[in-house]
């Protein structure tokens, strides 16, 4: 099965990015993760393209990018984390960490 089939990642905000199987899923844990109103919350969530999933760029938090390693798409790690048995809907990126 490919991981786009069972788990997809959202974009919630300009800065948060989540993980599951549903919009509505993801919108309800993040709520409940973060604590803040749904209003607040927000701004347009929509599920990612399969475009900006091959685009798009995730680096670890403590990753020294050093020259010649490149951050992985936001395709590479879904399907490391889905091969890691990670929990979802679950966080997946921000801008703000």
């Known amino acids: 099965m ?3 089939d069972a788990v997809k990642v959202f974009q919630l905000n300009d ?3 989540w993980a599951g199987a549903t919009l509505e899923s993801v919108k309800a844990s993040y709520l409940e993760w973060t604590g803040v109103s749904e209003a607040e919350a927000f ?3 929509q599920e ?3 475009k900006e999933m091959s685009t798009l760029r995730f680096r670890e938090e403590d990753e020294d990018c050093l020259p010649g390693q490149e951050a ?3 395709r590479q790690r ?3 984390m ?3 048995g990670d929990e979802f809907p679950c966080f997946f990126a921000s801008t703000e960490w």
Request: hydrophobic share 35%.
């Open 48 to 50: 990612l393209t399969d």
């Open 78 to 80: 879904l399907n490391e």
């Open 72 to 74: 992985k798409t936001f």
């Open 43 to 45: 701004d347009n969530p």
């Open 2 to 4: 490919k991981t786009s």
């Open 15 to 17: 800065y948060d990015w």
């Open 82 to 84: 889905v091969a890691a």
